[in-house]
């Protein structure tokens, strides 16, 4: 009988152990699942209150833009709204006053015209791809020749940005522009691309032909946000390509397309009137037809400095010779003085196409290294094709 109770209440003790821990696991994962519900709840509170504050974005009225013109007493200011009139309207309190500048764009209600935001200076996409995000690769060592014009262009451009105290000491102003003008292919732009790299400034190309627009207006707004981000991002240089496109001579006779391409020159003169020599802006600009500019943007004043870029000598035909080849796999045979004395009247492009011509025509017979029988083939291939060019051009102009 004894036996048999102790049996009986061990089996109670193991059953009520059992069940014990049945309900402790049960206890636990109903505390996860409270959690993890707890988690949940906060999750869609949070999204709960983003939609509200974007179901109350959408209940407000739209905005419209403006420019402020003038900072009033008693918290407000006059604006003038993108349809044309001006009002004198309220500024909101959160606004910071060191941000309402004249000239900001700001944004009004679309009821009572208060301010509520100001708004970034808005740019043309136009004008923010000109700038070079990358450095060029070109240095001085790639330019062959042109050292009197490297020298000049130096002084003008990467000295006043480097050493400006050196102005300073002198008592003079550094020019505030200088003009390269040649044939093409005599390295304007390539020497331009190693000052731009010596300087580590921002540079920015504009190709003058981007500058003509089609509507009346559109060109002198693109000079205007040109030379505005230029002394935004400075210390820059800002290098104006084919400066003919929109720089030739006013005439009195003129179709509405040239009436608007005078507006953008215009425009260009006062920009560069407004620009000071100290400035950690450097205005360059290029053409090769510098007889057909108009005599405003010559003067002393723009385009203080006028370098003159000749088609190169036979001694720095030799040295650009070698520069374009000193990559290449030549034969030790090759005699570039002779290349040089037979190439007269050629640019440095015109030696940089012989030594690519050069190349593939070794390439072409699946050589590795190029022979002076291939410069001399080179040669006379590109030099031909030039004055066939230039003969059938002669019975046009």
């Known amino acids: 009988m004894p036996d048999t109770v102790e049996n009986k209440k061990s089996t109670f003790d193991e059953f009520a152990d059992s069940y014990t821990r049945t309900m402790e696991r049960r206890i636990r994962a109903l505390e996860t699942e409270r959690q993890l519900l707890e988690v949940q709840r906060n999750k869609l509170e949070e999204e709960r209150d983003n939609l509200k504050l974007e179901l109350q974005k959408l209940r407000q009225p739209p905005l419209f833009t403006g420019t402020l013109q003038e900072v009033l007493d008693d918290n407000k200011a006059i604006v003038k709204s993108s349809t044309g009139p001006s009002f004198v309207v309220v500024i909101d309190s959160s606004i910071p006053s060191e941000t309402l500048t004249p000239g900001a764009r700001v944004a009004l209600h679309q009821r009572n015209f208060a301010i509520l935001e100001v708004l970034p200076t808005s740019r043309d996409p136009l004008v923010r791809s000109m700038e070079i995000d990358t450095k060029p690769t070109e240095s001085y060592e790639d330019i062959g020749g042109l050292k009197e014009q490297l020298q000049e262009l130096r002084e003008t451009v990467e000295l006043p940005l480097l050493n400006p105290e050196l102005f300073e000491k002198v008592g003079i102003e550094p020019p505030k522009g200088v003009l390269l003008h040649g044939p093409p292919g005599s390295g304007k732009t390539l020497m331009v691309k190693a000052v731009a790299r010596e300087t580590k400034a921002t540079f920015i190309r504009v190709i003058g032909s981007e500058l003509v627009q089609k509507y009346i207006g559109e060109g002198a707004r693109l000079v205007r946000e040109v030379f505005s981000y230029a002394r935004d991002n400075s210390p820059s240089i800002l290098f104006i390509d084919e400066l003919d496109a929109i720089g030739s001579k006013r ?147």
């Open 251 to 397: 005439l009195d006779i003129a179709t509405s397309g040239d009436r608007e391409v005078q507006r953008t020159l215009m425009q260009l003169l006062s920009e560069l009137d407004g620009f000071s020599p100290r400035g950690d802006v450097k205005i360059i600009g290029a053409t090769n037809r510098v007889d057909i500019l108009d005599p405003a943007l010559l003067r002393p004043g723009r385009f203080d400095r006028h370098i003159e870029f000749p088609l190169p000598n036979q001694e720095e035909r030799l040295e650009i010779f070698k520069i374009h080849s000193r990559g290449m796999n030549v034969n030790s045979k090759v005699d570039f003085a002779f290349l040089a004395s037979e190439s007269t009247q050629a640019s440095g492009a015109d030696i940089r196409a012989i030594t690519q011509e050069a190349g593939m025509f070794a390439i072409r017979e699946k050589r590795t290294m190029v022979t002076f029988d291939d410069f001399k083939k080179a040669t006379q291939k590109v030099l031909d094709k030039k004055g066939s060019f230039l003969a059938r051009m002669s019975q046009y102009l």
